[in-house]
């Protein structure tokens, strides 16, 4: 419900959730939405529903404790598996340990497969280049206005774009973001004032309602090579791998695909474009937090200059140096990044406030609250299973010794020279014989234990 919403809306909502008595589901990929409005988490993984008893933050700070237990109990379950399948590929041809090593097999296919992590931190692995470099001044606009009939949105209000610039739009919904972008890319005109784009500036615009304009019978390749971009199919195919489309999902047909999937081929087309001065306008709605870090890390790797209208403040955060916002008809900037733009606000909010002045209008951040929420630990086998687990492991551990040690013996009773010296031979042959005692004893326990 979030997407396209500005802060104060938002706010509204969560209080409104508060108050609300009925049950509640919120599909969202805002996290300090959903740690303010939720105390049950359900993630969708894999096929499955996996549960979480608490909010967002919760669920994070679980997911990676779940995950340690699960990495461990997966790499144990591997060295379990090598040793066994290292067992019969020794003995399967030896008749005294056939029968064993045709348990350890079926065991084997018994067994339960631990699954290993899934990685979700994706990493880009491709630069989005471009050829042309553009001169110092990307863009000019001076005194602007914008009217809507006789509804007034800009006035006198003048824009100024360096090569370089990493620029961040913010503010209220209604107060005229699409607008600006609109007029710096051209599509508009302005009712007053003169547009002047820079020497060998290549624009590409990524508008918000830019999904729509994606062909529905298109499959996602298809939409990719007809995007006018010089690249053949394995080179944006790999565009396509950074967008997490991978093998056959890049055949897929746009009009199946979700909301965030479709965001990702939009961003994908307009960051091929070899553009050097890109114009984003709310590029993260519909994201997910993996894909949210994809675009992230390629606006930090790309050289150009670029405007992006977000009210994501981790996104604003992480990729620009400058921010830009709407204050009394007129285009404002704040030259640092958004964590300091916020503390400037506050400051500059406070000394209205001492002065007995009105505060300014400008977008003012939710104070975040904390919330915290007590939570069930998450149910995972009981602990006899787990005891046997364990008990499991140390035999494994305990054959693989005993096996080694039987390799020497073997080795030295193979020796011509060990017949010559008695009290030796008498030596390693009691010793061989209490080692296949006892792991036949083993290899036993081993078998209840591993049909448990
Ligand atoms: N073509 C148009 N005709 C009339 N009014 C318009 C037109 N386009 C925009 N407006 C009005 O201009 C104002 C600014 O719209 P704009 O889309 O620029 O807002 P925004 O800051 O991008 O908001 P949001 O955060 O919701 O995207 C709004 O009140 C809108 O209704
Ligand atoms: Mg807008």
Not at 119 to 134: G, L, R, Y
């Amino acid at each position: 419900p979030t997407n396209h919403l500005d802060l104060p809306s938002i706010k509204w909502i969560e209080n409104y959730l508060a108050d609300y008595e009925g049950a509640v589901i919120i599909v969202s990929h805002d996290r300090e939405f959903l740690d303010r409005t939720t105390n049950t988490t359900v993630e969708v993984l894999g096929g499955k529903l996996v549960p979480y008893a608490g909010n967002y933050t919760y669920y994070l700070e679980e997911k990676e404790e779940r995950n340690l237990i699960q990495k461990g109990a997966f790499e144990n379950q591997q060295s379990q598996i090598r040793a066994a399948e290292r067992f019969i590929e020794r003995f399967k041809a030896k008749a005294s340990k056939a029968k064993q090593a045709q348990s350890r097999v079926k065991a084997l296919d018994k067994l339960e497969r631990i699954e290993d992590v899934a990685q979700d931190a994706a990493k880009i692995n491709m630069k989005f280049t471009f050829k042309v470099e553009p001169g110092r001044h990307v863009l000019r606009m001076e005194h602007v206005t914008k009217k809507y009939d006789q509804k007034l949105i800009f006035r006198d209000t003048n824009v100024h774009i360096e090569r370089g610039d990493k620029i961040a739009l913010i503010g209220a919904n209604g107060k005229g973001k699409s607008t600006l972008m609109r007029l710096v890319a051209g599509t508009e005109n302005p009712t007053e004032g003169k547009h002047q784009l820079g020497h060998n500036v290549i624009m590409s615009f990524y508008a918000q309602h830019q999904l729509e304009s994606l062909t529905l019978d298109n499959e996602i390749l298809q939409e990719m090579s007809e995007a006018g971009s010089k690249r053949n199919d394995m080179e944006l195919r790999s565009v396509l791998g950074s967008f997490l489309f991978t093998g056959e999902e890049v055949f897929k047909k746009i009009k199946v695909l979700s909301g965030g999937e479709k965001s990702r081929v939009a961003l994908a087309k307009t960051l091929i474009s070899e553009a050097n001065f890109l114009l984003l306008d709310e590029p993260t709605n519909h994201l997910d937090m993996v894909s949210v870090n994809i675009l992230i890390q390629a606006l930090e790797q790309y050289e150009g200059t670029f405007i992006v209208i977000s009210h994501d403040r981790f996104f604003v955060e992480n990729v620009a140096t400058k921010i830009w916002y709407i204050e009394d008809f007129q285009l404002k900037e704040y030259p640092g990044t958004y964590a300091e733009y916020e503390q400037w606000q506050e400051d500059r909010e406070k000394a209205a406030k001492k002065a007995g002045l009105p505060s300014p209008s400008a977008p003012k951040p939710q104070p975040k609250e904390e919330k915290k929420v007590e939570a069930a630990p998450a149910k995972t086998s009981s602990p006899d299973q787990k005891k046997a687990l364990r008990e499991l492991a140390e035999v494994e551990a305990n054959i693989d010794k005993l096996e080694k040690e039987m390799a020497i013996y073997e080795k030295q009773l193979a020796d011509p020279k060990i017949y010559q010296n008695t009290s030796q031979l008498k030596d390693t042959t009691v010793k061989f014989e209490q080692t296949k005692k006892e792991l036949v004893k083993l290899n036993d326990r081993w078998e209840m234990l591993a049909e448990m």
